[in-house]
């Protein structure tokens, strides 16, 4: 079964650090990029960061940048969110997502999904 699984939502504090992680499953994990969305109340999904396979490298949202990163273990085939100094805007339901054959690093269609985790912010 082709399946990616979000896990390590949670609530936190204004300030406070949360990791997510992303396990995958059924696919060729090396060959995908994996990008990350996420979707708050009333708002639209974004997508904020992702890792590129063909070049390693990494992508950020200025949003997030400096305060999420991205690291994997391959070996695990699983992927993680580090989210520190998070904010009241952060709160949402994240999904990591797969995909391969892109048109250039993290520009693609991504089309395995996860079930999502959900991040709340408290203030």
């Known amino acids: 079964e082709v399946q990616l699984v979000e896990s390590g939502g949670g609530l936190v504090q204004v300030g406070g650090s949360l990791r997510l992680s992303c396990a995958a499953s059924g696919f060729t994990f090396d060959d995908y990029d994996i990008g990350w969305f996420r979707q708050a109340p009333g708002k639209e999904r974004e997508g904020f960061a992702c890792f590129s396979s063909s070049d390693g490298s990494t992508y950020y949202k200025d949003s997030v940048k400096g305060r999420f990163t991205l690291s994997s273990d391959n070996t695990k085939k699983t992927v993680y969110l580090q989210m520190d100094n998070l904010k009241p805007e952060d709160a949402a339901v994240y999904y990591c997502?797969?995909?391969?054959?892109?048109?250039?690093?993290?520009?693609?269609?991504?089309?395995?999904w996860g079930q999502g985790t959900l991040v709340s912010v408290s203030t």
């Open positions: 997502t797969a995909g391969r054959d892109m048109e250039r690093p993290c520009v693609g269609y991504f089309e395995i």
